[in-house]
């Protein structure tokens, strides 16, 4: 397995895997909202970064994080938004290993923690998470606007 930078190249398998992230979070998009994500990943002046998890040239997993700057650190923090793995290689190490890359990559810009969130009840996720890190006491609200 391979994790790296997305590519432009990527546009189909990562559409397999978008939809199929959107359809976990029963989540509809429009294909301008999904073009306007895709096109942001390879716009240096944005802020997300994306990742895939190769295997035998095929990519089985995404992951998108960004850099959220914080009042309290002079870097800020890295937000890990999207992890998705095909439900053919899931329990092979392929989030941990996308989780672990989003890792080094907060560590290189000098980001003060890495987080994440998920369902309460995405109890497959939540058992990779809580061997990773212990959940921490913050209740997250939010509110669509």
Not at 26 to 48: I, K, M, N, P
């Amino acid at each position: 397995m391979k994790i790296r930078p997305i590519e432009k190249r990527d546009r189909q398998q990562w559409d397999r895997l978008w939809q199929g992230y959107l359809d976990f979070y029963e989540a509809t998009l429009s294909q301008d909202r999904t073009d306007l994500t895709w096109e942001r990943f390879f716009d240096s002046t944005h802020v997300f970064k994306a990742f895939v998890a190769e295997i035998d040239d095929g990519i089985v997993g995404i992951a998108h994080a960004m850099l959220r700057q914080s009042t309290w650190e002079s870097v800020g923090d890295m937000y890990l938004e999207d992890l998705f793995v095909a439900p053919s290689v899931r329990a092979q190490g392929v989030g941990r290993a996308l989780i672990e890359h989003v890792k080094q990559e907060a560590v290189a810009v000098g980001a003060s923690s890495l987080y994440w969130q998920t369902r309460e009840g995405n109890a497959t996720a939540r058992r990779l998470y809580d061997s990773i890190t212990p959940k921490n006491d913050f209740i997250q609200y939010s509110m669509k606007l």
